[in-house]
């Protein structure tokens, strides 16, 4: 079965081909009779250089793919209003799994713990939400650069970018309203299957600092 990244690959590398395919045409016109071995070799050099550019943007070019059309708070039916599921590949964690899917599930989040300042000094939602914003437009995990999309609220979506070929990783955090207190989160990579943990480690690095503001992972 073909995957996206297989897909994804397969286009590259065909594209790659055929600017391969026309770059010996166009040296082998560019050397026409008469021509002497100097300009030749300076045709052959521009041609090819052109080339290189055009297969290195190419490669470059792997992690920009559309934005997924699952994003944003799915909306079940009965009142069931959550963020989407992951694929089956492992790039991919979501408070929205079930809790026998190691591979897949998280906690989720409260920003007012009964044993913190959800006591003494709840904080109300568009506090948390701008305790939210504010590490994920600032946290850079692996060298990830964040990018916040969309903000309402109860929902806000970021793009991560990885410091080398552009591969985006998107992060999404839903207040539901029938939870107060709690924030559910995924995050999940564009392409590819490992991601190398990268979205674990992300979610970890933003929690650590959002448990400096007295929020806490339900859980473990």
Not at 21 to 50: F, I, N, Y
Request: proline share 6%; charged share 25%; aromatic share 8%.
């Amino acid at each position: 079965m073909l995957t996206a990244t297989t897909l994804q690959s397969s286009r590259v590398w065909a594209n790659s081909a055929t600017t391969r395919r026309a770059a010996r045409q166009a040296v082998v016109c560019s050397a026409r009779p008469g021509d002497d071995k100097a300009t030749a070799s300076g045709r052959r050099e521009v041609v090819l250089h052109s080339v290189n550019v055009a297969v290195l943007g190419a490669l470059f070019n792997w992690g920009t793919t559309a934005r997924p059309s699952t994003l944003g708070v799915q909306d079940y039916g009965g009142g069931l209003r959550t963020l989407g599921l992951c694929p089956p590949s492992p790039n991919c964690i979501s408070t929205a799994e079930e809790a026998n899917d190691p591979e897949h599930y998280v906690p989720q989040w409260t920003y007012n713990p009964e044993e913190g300042r959800g006591r003494k000094n709840p904080a109300t939602q568009q506090q948390a939400m701008e305790e939210l914003a504010e590490v994920v437009a600032n946290i850079k995990p692996d060298g990830f650069t964040p990018t916040i999309i969309s903000r309402t609220d109860d929902y806000l979506y970021a793009e991560f970018e990885s410091p080398t070929f552009g591969f985006v990783d998107d992060v999404e955090f839903f207040f539901p309203s029938n939870k107060p207190g709690i924030v559910e989160y995924r995050s999940a990579s564009r392409v590819g299957e490992s991601d190398g943990k990268i979205n674990r480690k992300r979610i970890k690095a933003i929690r650590v600092e959002l448990q400096k503001k007295g929020w806490k992972s339900i859980g473990y």
